[in-house]
């Protein structure tokens, strides 16, 4: 299949290695520095290049931020039976856009962020695919995904979003409030060092992304959540109240059993 990637950040660049084995692949980022590593694979110098070798699936990779702008940029340069494609981690207004554009579209999300993933070994991650999505572009992934031993989950675009605020937006809260209670005075134990880590490989992400996990409609319930089982844990220190602390630890072990 021919495909063109737009965005070469850590996603599509490991996309466009791991597909370029059996498809045809070319690849376009605005910032030129992001594709010299991409050894073998053709780099378009100008977005309009498109039109050249059309393809049959445009792999949408760029920043969550502008995943809708540049697809709107690039729709007059494809065939109209171009398959699109994203890999939003919160989807927003692409369902709107989906319906507006009137091409056929496959919208997954790949939940095995660069950051922390061994890339060499992804059989304890996960996928979503978008059930909304064409049927043979929900194959394509089911088979690049499943070949690589990632398990997947088939979410409509409101149950995506509404999962990803569980997903992602409670852990992503969770160590920004860790981080933003970090001393350099401190001195760090193991579970502390644990703790540090997450925050920082969390953080070095991209500001825009970050942003939009948090500013999923949905993440004011899990905040809500967070701010209650805050004010019930506070209640039982203040208290001492060493039954009800049994009782609370009893209650996170049973929510975090495998």
């Known amino acids: 299949m021919k495909i063109c990637i737009l965005g070469t950040g850590k996603m599509g660049s490991w996309l466009a290695r791991q597909l370029s084995t059996n498809h045809s692949i070319t690849v376009f980022d605005s910032d030129r520095g992001r594709t010299k590593d991409l050894v073998g694979v053709p780099v378009l110098k100008d977005i309009d290049q498109i039109r050249e070798t059309p393809p049959q699936m445009l ?11 540049s697809f709107r940029a690039v729709l007059p340069l494809l065939p109209k039976d171009c398959l699109l494609c994203d890999i939003a981690s919160v989807k ?38 978008i059930s909304d999505s064409d049927e043979r572009g929900k194959e394509f992934f089911r088979q690049l995904f499943g070949g690589l031993g990632i398990q997947l989950f088939e979410y409509s675009f409101s149950e995506h979003d509404v999962m ?65 089982r805050l004010n019930f844990l506070w209640h039982i220190i203040r208290n001492r109240d060493t039954s009800e602390a049994i009782r609370f630890f009893e209650g996170l072990r049973k929510n975090v059993k495998s």
């Open 164 to 228: 990803m605020a569980y997903s992602l937006t409670l852990p992503f809260v969770s160590s920004m409030v860790f981080a933003s209670c970090v001393s350099t005075d401190a001195v760090p134990g193991t579970t502390f060092k644990h703790h540090l880590d997450v925050a920082r490989g969390l953080l070095s992400e991209d500001d825009f992304l970050l942003s939009e996990i948090i500013f999923n409609p949905h993440s004011l319930a899990q905040l809500e959540k967070i701010s209650g």
């Open 59 to 69: 792999l949408n990779c760029v920043s969550l931020q502008n995943t809708v702008e």
């Open 92 to 129: 927003g207004t692409l369902p709107a856009f989906y319906r507006e554009a009137g091409f056929r579209f496959v919208s997954v999300h790949p939940m095995f962020g660069p950051t922390f993933a061994d890339l060499n070994d992804l059989t304890k991650q996960n996928a979503v695919i």
